[in-house]
């Protein structure tokens, strides 16, 4: 079996205060191991994003306990929590959030600029990053020059650049068409080879189960459902 | 990849060095290999340009019109305090310009005096009283008063009587531009500074004017020679000066004490202020400060000058805090995702701090341009406007400052971004 990439146990949060608190996620427990997609499925509103902020380290659950590479995130400071982000943790999000003055290779490069790798060598990963996802020949295109399947890949290259051992994707086909869509998710399957890698999708697009290694369903803040799947496409 | 390449290319290289293929075919490998270095140069200078800065320039430069507000914000914020610190170190040149340039180790002066243009006489026994002092070498006298001047044409204007020793060290005046000291041998011959013909009703050298009635002739002429008071320097000799000011042949102002340089300055000082009733033994720094401290501060003169100064400031900070408290605003959601990716705070601040930092190079740079249009213009005015490499340097290192204390707020909104907001949006 793979190594545990990243684990989160009992994980309780409750988010607003007073008589408007509310309790989004009620004891979850799920564990990510390297060279597995994982689909985490639902509608809106059942705590997919929250689990996924809390596993990405964004957010501090209310109680329970979150690991990633064996390493116990809970306590930790703001500052340090972002060191963890930024070593082990690649985000993919539905709107791409790419930085509309940089060009997809400046995006890219852009993780590796904020760990200090500011050498040729970065140049060159951010440009295998781009052509891992096939987009050799846009590195010096900006976002708007991009169509909306292109710019998540740059977005995809931008959370494998650092090597991360899990990478965590907010719907990351909502934003696109049928066509764009499984050909994001077929790159994302391709990724999650690697057996040091967890790739992590929330999503509510069933078209894409079919790139899934494991399905997890939430529901109104509890893990209902946890399926294997095999012979997933890739 | 990038290893691959350069494999590839030495590949050919050894390639080549074997084979000894057609010259034509060799000419085009080395078009390859420059083509090449030079892809590899800029990759190079791609890599070494911090991001940080890239994105902190781009984003500057994205909202021209924003940039085009902070930059003139910065622009007028630079003139503004130029102008009010130029004219400051104008002023203050003026003020001790003759202190400055004296040759003297002490000066005794008329106690209380507060600047080189107060009207106070010294009778003539301190000189006496000071070559007496173990350690002074001589005690020059130099006498300075207010008078009138008659112009050619018709009409008066006050000008200030300077009496130098034109044989001695001492005060002399500087700058010529035509005659020289020796001149002031000739009978009734004064020197002028030119910057002030009009006012004087003179249009060269030769000339004849008045001062108290009596006749005098234009021998020598200075440039910038100017006085705080308005009143022109008029430099003649003791002898004459003494005659227009109507004191007695022993009168004078000031005694340009020299002292011998095995002497000890400050023993020599005790001794010679403990053997005067009615003067002061100075040296040229406290003179000097105590000028400066009369025409600027007793007067509001520099007051004024600095408050001008300060107000450029605030005016400058205001004005590019504004403009990077919105451009932070508007890249929150960047900012948000940079955190999330798990960009350091500090990170992000040096991203605001470079766009600050560019605002402050980019606005002084056009400012410099302007204000040395402002300073050529003003060279031959009445007062003035004066840049300094050190002033000019200040001036950098505070637009710098100003800027980066404008980012402050904008920090203070970034450092409080919450990076799930990647999430909601």
Known sequence: MNTVAIEAIEIVKSLGEGAGQVLVLKGVSVSLAGGELTLLMRPSGSGKTTLLSVLGCILSPTAGVVRIGGRTTTGVPPEELAKVRQQHIGFIFQSFHLFPTLTAEENVRLTLDMRGERTLAALAKAQQALTTVGLAHKLNSFPQDLSGGEQQRVAIARAIVGDPSVILADEPTAALDRENGLAIMGVLANIAKDPARAVFAVTHDPRIELFADRILSIEDGRLVGDQPRSGRLS | ?425
């Open chain 2, 1 to 425: 990849m990038y290893t691959f390449g350069l494999m590839l290319n030495n590949d050919r290289h050894s390639k080549e060095s074997v084979t000894l293929t057609f010259q034509s075919k060799r000419i085009a490998s080395m078009h390859d290999t420059l083509g090449q270095r030079s892809n590899r140069m800029g990759r190079r200078t791609m890599a070494a340009i911090p991001l940080r800065l890239v994105l902190a320039s781009r984003n500057l430069f994205h909202d021209r019109i924003r940039f085009v507000a902070t930059t003139v914000g910065v622009v007028f914020s630079v003139i503004l305090v130029t102008v009010q610190l130029g004219l400051y170190v104008s002023c203050q040149r003026m003020i001790t310009a003759m202190i400055d340039r004296a040759q003297a180790d002490l000066w005794i002066v008329p106690m209380n005096a507060r600047s080189f243009e107060d009207n106070g006489m010294l009778e003539g026994q301190e000189r006496f009283q000071a070559l007496a002092t173990p350690g002074v070498t001589d005690a020059i006298p130099l006498l300075a008063g207010f008078s009138a001047w008659r112009r050619p044409d018709g009409g008066t204007t006050a000008v200030i009587i300077v009496g130098i020793s034109n044989d001695r060290p001492g005060l002399r005046p500087w700058n010529f531009v035509a005659g020289s000291l020796d001149d002031l041998t000739i009978p009734d011959g004064v020197i002028i500074d030119r910057s002030y013909f009009k006012r004087l009703g003179i249009t060269g050298s030769g000339q004849h004017a008045e001062i108290s009635n009596q006749r005098v002739r234009v021998v020598a002429l200075t440039d910038l020679i100017r006085s705080f008071t308005t009143a022109p320097f008029v430099f003649t000799t003791l002898e004459r000066a003494r005659h227009f000011l109507g004191v007695d042949s022993n009168s004078s102002t000031y005694y340009l004490v020299q002292v011998s340089p095995s002497a000890d300055l400050y023993r020599v000082r005790a001794s010679l202020g403990g053997n005067l009733s009615d003067a002061e033994v100075l040296t040229p720094k406290e003179f000097h400060d105590r000028s400066l401290v009369q025409w600027f501060y007793s007067t509001g003169a520099g007051a004024a000058l600095i408050a001008g100064a300060i107000l450029g400031i605030i005016v400058g900070t205001v004005i590019v805090a504004q403009t990077l408290y919105s451009s932070a605003k508007d890249h929150l959601n960047e900012f948000a995702t940079m955190r999330a990716m798990g960009s350091s705070a500090f990170y992000i601040h040096q991203v605001i701090l470079c766009q600050a930092f560019l605002s402050a190079v980019i606005g002084f740079f056009i400012a410099a341009i302007l204000a040395w249009i402002i300073v050529q213009a003003t060279a031959t005015a009445a007062v003035p406007v004066i840049m300094t490499p050190i002033l000019t340097l200040s001036l950098f290192i505070l637009t710098v400052a100003m800027c980066a204390l404008s980012a402050v707020a904008a920090i203070i909104k970034v450092t409080r971004i919450d990076p799930v907001l990647v999430f909601n949006r």
